[in-house]
T-cell receptor, first 112, second 116 residues
Framework: DGGITQSPKYLFRKEGQNVTLSCEQN?????MYWYRQDPGQGLRLIYY???????QKGDIAEGYSVSREKKESFPLTVTSAQKNPTAFYLC???????????FGPGTRLTVL | AQTVTQSQPEMSVQEAETVTLSCTYD???????LFWYKQPPSRQMILVIR??????QNATENRFSVNFQKAAKSFSLKISDSQLGDAAMYFC?????????????FGTGTRLKVLA
């Protein structure tokens, strides 16, 4: 079945470490997005990519980095510069000309 | 700047009854899309319904329908014959165009409880 996968489901990180969250889609979608979800704040856009080898910062990009070397993959790295990384992270993709996003199951990151 | 406001942090509804979740948004665009997403306890985001702003007719999907008031910038979701499985967080979202790309603005969500 086509869909979006995120791994791991739960991730624990020590302070000062970088961690990478995986997002893979086999929907042949061009655009991919990373969101952060905190209680009471809805979803906030971290980074997005419209095509391979191109990506743009969203509203809260500081402390995060991404790459888009393949159409299917859009990994997110949470760096040690991110001051408060504990959150739920959602990856989404979108296909032109459709308008809605499809979401992965998410990754819960906890900093110990 | 576009914003999306959900003024009801939490709502409750009796099973089989009808409930309406509110959403207002702010935009200067004339053509745009609006969405309602459901996030159950599994935290998987599921599209419930979409509305194109240029369409006068309100969107419906089975027990889910919207009341789209473009002039008032209001986009409420009505759930009829509520079921226990409808219990979830519901997010209203607006799609905006930004330098040739599409971004989505989400509200803060409404937690819906369904009472048996």
């Amino acid at each position: 079945d086509g869909g979006i996968t995120q791994s791991p489901k739960y991730l624990f990180r020590k302070e000062g470490q970088n961690v990478t969250l995986s997002c893979e889609q086999n929907l042949n979608h061009d655009a991919m997005y990373w969101y952060r979800q905190d209680p009471g704040q809805g979803l906030r856009l971290i980074y997005y990519s419209q095509i391979v080898n191109d990506f743009q910062k969203g509203d809260i990009a500081e402390g995060y980095s991404v790459s888009r070397e393949k159409k299917e993959s859009f990994p997110l790295t949470v760096t040690s510069a991110q001051k408060n990384p504990t959150a739920f992270y959602l990856c989404a993709s979108k296909s032109h000309p459709y308008n809605e996003q499809f979401f992965g199951p998410g990754t819960r990151l906890t900093v110990l | 700047a576009q914003t999306v406001t959900q003024s009801q942090p939490e709502m409750s509804v009796q099973e089989a009854e009808t409930v309406t979740l509110s959403c207002t948004y702010d935009t200067s665009e004339s053509d745009y899309y609006l969405f309602w997403y459901k996030q159950p306890p599994s935290r998987q985001m599921i599209l419930v319904i979409r509305q194109e702003a240029y369409k006068q007719q309100n969107a419906t999907e089975n027990r889910f329908s919207v009341n789209f008031q473009k002039a008032a910038k209001s986009f409420s979701l009505k759930i009829s014959d509520s079921q226990l499985g409808d219990a979830a967080m519901y997010f209203c979202a607006y799609r905006r165009q930004d330098s040739g790309t599409y971004k989505y603005i989400f509200g803060t969500g409404t937690r819906l409880k369904v009472l048996a």
